[in-house]
């Protein structure tokens, strides 16, 4: 999702948040470490599948997605990650492993990490490899309904 698409849907749904840039980054803890954001605050989107179906699991960056437990919360013994060539036609607007956690956009379900409801506010990739977006949870929450389960490690 470009960041113009996703912040154009933020403002028709009165959200208020923050963009911010930083340098080009990869990984979550990079990500983290570039936008000076807590690791435990910046959520990482990961690909799924659960039910024979995409599904986007939320966590904290600098926690790990434990496979059985969200297996557990989603009622799937055999949920597994999802490989690039499964989702990469699945987000065409966003740079490939730079997906914003908004599921409800792209018709998946989306599992946040209980981790990531113990802040105000929550931190994630807006489609690119150098953007974020801040802004708070209950928002976050109120547009994406997420199932919330603990599923890290």
Same mark, same amino acid.
């Given at each position: 999702?470009?960041? /113009? *698409?996703?912040?154009?849907?933020?403002? &028709?749904?009165?959200? %208020?948040? #923050?963009? +911010?840039?930083?340098?080009?980054?990869?990984?979550?803890?990079?990500?983290?470490?570039?936008?000076?954001?807590?690791? /435990?605050?910046?959520? /990482? #989107?990961?690909?799924?599948?659960?039910?024979?179906?995409?599904?986007?699991?939320? =966590?904290?960056?600098? /926690?790990?997605?434990? +496979?059985?437990?969200?297996? @557990?919360?989603? !009622?799937?013994?055999?949920?597994?990650?999802?490989? $690039?060539?499964?989702? %990469? &036609?699945?987000?065409?607007?966003?740079?490939? !492993? =730079?997906?914003?956690?908004? !599921?409800?956009?792209?018709?998946?379900?989306?599992?946040?990490?209980?981790? +990531? #409801?113990?802040?105000? $506010?929550?931190?994630?990739? =807006?489609?690119?490899?150098?953007? +974020?977006? @801040?802004?708070?949870?209950?928002?976050? $929450?109120?547009?994406? @309904?997420? *199932?919330?389960?603990?599923? #890290?490690?």
């Amino acid at each position: 999702m470009s960041l /113009k *698409r996703l912040t154009e849907f933020l403002e &028709n749904e009165h959200v %208020k948040y #923050t963009t +911010l840039t930083h340098s080009p980054a990869f990984t979550a803890q990079e990500i983290a470490a570039c936008a000076h954001v807590s690791g /435990k605050e910046l959520a /990482k #989107t990961v690909v799924v599948r659960v039910d024979g179906r995409l599904a986007l699991a939320v =966590a904290p960056a600098n /926690k790990r997605i434990a +496979l059985p437990e969200l297996g @557990k919360a989603a !009622g799937d013994a055999n949920a597994r990650f999802a490989s $690039e060539d499964e989702f %990469k &036609n699945s987000f065409p607007d966003c740079e490939l !492993g =730079a997906m914003p956690p908004f !599921g409800n956009l792209y018709g998946m379900d989306v599992y946040l990490a209980e981790p +990531l #409801t113990e802040d105000e $506010e929550i931190a994630f990739n =807006a489609g690119s490899h150098t953007e +974020l977006i @801040k802004m708070h949870l209950h928002d976050f $929450e109120r547009l994406v @309904k997420p *199932r919330v389960a603990n599923f #890290t490690a």
